[in-house]
């Protein structure tokens, strides 16, 4: 097997645990938060998701060569979005270069204003519910039952490397109450039932 070299900025395909690989890029990792022992890793952010997570060297590929093969053997909708992402974040990489070397002096000419982070009020309902969900409706997009299971793989992986994870564990109950009133077919947004009953 041929040794991946990688370095901070390195778009990816990650491989975690049963999950098909997924567009990613090598980032710092957090300061407080600890390496796992073991074999060689990168801390990846993943697009689409905007998750992290340690991943084995062995577990890496470069992005640009194999994407022709990881875009054949995953169609879902999701995968495409993470894809679709990491080419939009190309794009704005490729025009700041460009904007940077056509006139240092004017650099910040051409520089978006950074987006505004979305803060979603206590009492915002509509935030929480999704499409047509605020008339009992949650046609799935993305399966509660599918996202409580993600929740419970986060919850062991933090647990293997003795990480806690309060957030997800109290995630999952609230997930799991939600599946005990029948939603685990119907979309994630579905959890929203957990509440009211």
């Not at 090598?26 to 992290?52: A, N, W």
Request: with cysteine; hydrophobic share 30%; net charge positive.
């Amino acid at each position: 097997m041929a040794t991946v070299h990688l370095r901070i900025g390195d778009l990816v395909w990650g491989k975690l645990g049963r999950y098909p690989p997924w567009p990613g890029k090598v980032v710092s990792p957090p300061k407080d938060l600890k390496k796992p022992r073991g074999k060689k890793c990168f801390f990846v952010k993943f697009f689409g998701t905007e998750d992290h997570a340690w991943i084995k060297v062995e577990q890496l590929k470069p992005y640009h060569p194999h994407k022709e093969e990881m875009i054949k053997i995953n169609k879902g909708k999701r995968f495409q979005q993470a894809v679709d992402a990491v080419e939009e974040y190309l794009k704005k990489a490729k025009g700041k270069d460009q904007a940077h070397s056509d006139d240092k002096s004017k650099s910040d000419k051409g520089r978006k204003a950074a987006k505004p982070m979305k803060i979603i009020e206590e009492d915002d309902e509509d935030a929480f519910k999704g499409g047509s969900s605020d008339k009992g409706n949650f046609k799935p997009d993305y399966y509660l039952k599918h996202i409580q299971k993600d929740l419970r793989l986060a919850i062991s992986m933090g647990d293997s490397v003795n990480h806690p994870t309060p957030m997800a564990a109290a995630a999952n109950e609230v997930y799991k109450r939600a599946k005990a009133l029948d939603q685990s077919d119907n979309d994630m947004s579905a959890v929203y039932r957990a509440y009211i009953h």
